[in-house]
């Protein structure tokens, strides 16, 4: 996710104070700024141009950084280069 690609959300990193599921007290959490949330999704509603260009972007990204073939080809890179140095 990037800003051509996606809509990030702006956050505040909090310490949880309790668990939530699997997330335990003191760790580290994203906590979003609703209002930018918000702001974020009526743009999307609102302006169709920066939708279009947003999905047309993520699909793209989806395609060619995170397709079946794109992925095989990271992992076999990734394995070529560990058995050299096996």
């Not at 996710?1 to 990193?13: A, H, Q, T």
């Not at 310490?15 to 979003?32: F, T």
């Not at 950084?65 to 992992?75: H, N, T, W």
């Amino acid at each position: 996710m990037n800003d051509s690609n996606s809509c990030p959300v702006n956050y505040e990193l909090v310490p949880l104070e309790r668990d939530y599921g699997p997330y335990r007290r003191g760790q580290i959490w994203a906590d979003p700024d609703l209002d930018h949330a918000a702001s974020l999704m009526r743009r999307l509603v609102e302006d169709t141009e920066f939708c279009r260009r947003i999905a047309t972007a993520g699909r793209h990204t989806i395609e060619t950084d995170f397709s079946p073939d794109a992925v095989g080809r990271r992992y076999r890179s990734r394995l070529d280069i560990l058995a050299r140095l096996l």
